[in-house]
């Protein structure tokens, strides 16, 4: 059973304000960063992942089965689990695709002239033991994002939750494949943040509510981290305000055009 897509109002809240940003991540919350780093004289991405922070260390190696894959041009994204997950989330894997497709969009979108591969790498994780990988992979011909991503081997609906961590990956690979010029921190973070709020909008269904109002949470102690959720809540907003309401319906067809081409209109702009 593949099960409803259950998207409660704090949803969308808990995709922006994710611990995501370009730069070190905090072991004691979960987060995602990426980092441009020299290799010897060559670049490379550096991709990082921390996971069930507040659990014991894990002590077993992460082990990955590819689950689905989709490929257009020079662009793919992967979907692999760790072994204990296999059998909850492989069968019926091919349903993925129409959600792999539409993160492809924005993926595609993201790259403008970006002349090299570029490769977004999700492993699906189970929610215990604590982890921190560092993944780096040279930039020559292909860029790689690779990072872990936390679910539950059941989950109620299995969708949903796929939505989420391609929605941080694509808000990675927003600070991988920001243009060298560009110097504005705050509109990086804003981008990356928009990024992953219209790839969830694409792909909210029927049944599904999208919450745009902010909730309360304590300010991170971290620059890099009260960055990034003072930009995610500017993404909030800017939502809201172009559709008129706080919450974005699944069945609402014309919200969901209105917002979709808010997202063209605003990721049309050049980065700063």
Same mark, same amino acid.
């Given at each position: 059973?593949?099960?409803?897509r ?8 808990a ?15 979960d987060?995602?960063?990426?980092e ?7 670049p ?5 992942s ?6 014991? =260390?894990?002590?077993? $190696?992460?082990?990955?089965? !590819?689950v689905? /894959? &989709? ?7 992967a979907? @692999? ?29 993201l ?7 570029t490769?977004?790498?999700l ?32 989950p ?5 939750v796929l939505d989420?961590a391609?929605?941080?990956? =694509?808000?990675?690979a $927003?600070?991988?494949?920001? !243009?060298?010029? /560009? &110097?504005?921190r ?6 990356a @943040?928009?990024?992953?709020?219209c790839?969830?909008i694409?792909?909210?269904q ?9 909730r ?24 809201a305000?172009a ?14 055009a ?12 050049p980065?700063?």
């Amino acid at each position: 059973m593949w099960g409803m897509r259950l998207l409660p109002a704090s949803t969308m809240i808990a995709a922006l304000l994710c611990v995501s940003c370009a730069g070190p991540v905090r072991m004691d919350t979960d987060g995602w960063g990426v980092e441009r780093r020299m290799q010897g004289r060559q670049p490379a991405l550096l991709s990082i992942s921390t996971i069930n922070a507040g659990s014991a =260390l894990a002590k077993d $190696a992460i082990t990955r089965v !590819p689950v689905r /894959a &989709r490929e257009r041009g020079r662009l793919r994204i992967a979907i @692999s689990a760790d072994t204990s997950l296999v059998q909850a989330w492989t069968p019926g894997a091919a349903l993925f695709d129409p959600q792999l497709d539409r993160a492809l969009d924005r993926l595609a979108a993201l790259g403008g002239r970006e002349s090299r591969r570029t490769e977004l790498r999700l492993t699906l994780m189970p929610e215990r033991g604590a982890r921190r990988l560092e993944a780096l992979h040279a930039a020559t011909d292909v860029l790689v994002i690779d990072l872990l991503f936390p679910v539950p081997a059941q989950p109620r609906s299995r969708s949903a939750v796929l939505d989420a961590a391609l929605a941080t990956g =694509l808000h990675e690979a $927003a600070h991988a494949l920001r !243009p060298a010029g /560009a &110097r504005d921190r705050a509109d990086d973070e804003y981008r990356a @943040s928009l990024v992953a709020a219209c790839f969830r909008i694409d792909s909210a269904q029927r049944g599904d509510s999208i919450s745009f109002s902010p909730r309360q949470v304590a300010a991170p102690k971290d620059f890099a981290l009260a960055h990034s959720a003072t930009e995610a809540q500017g993404v909030q907003h800017d939502l809201a305000g172009a559709l008129g309401k706080a919450t974005l319906e699944g069945s609402d067809r014309h919200g969901i055009a209105v917002l979709q081409a808010f997202c063209r209109q605003r990721l049309a702009q050049p980065p700063r």
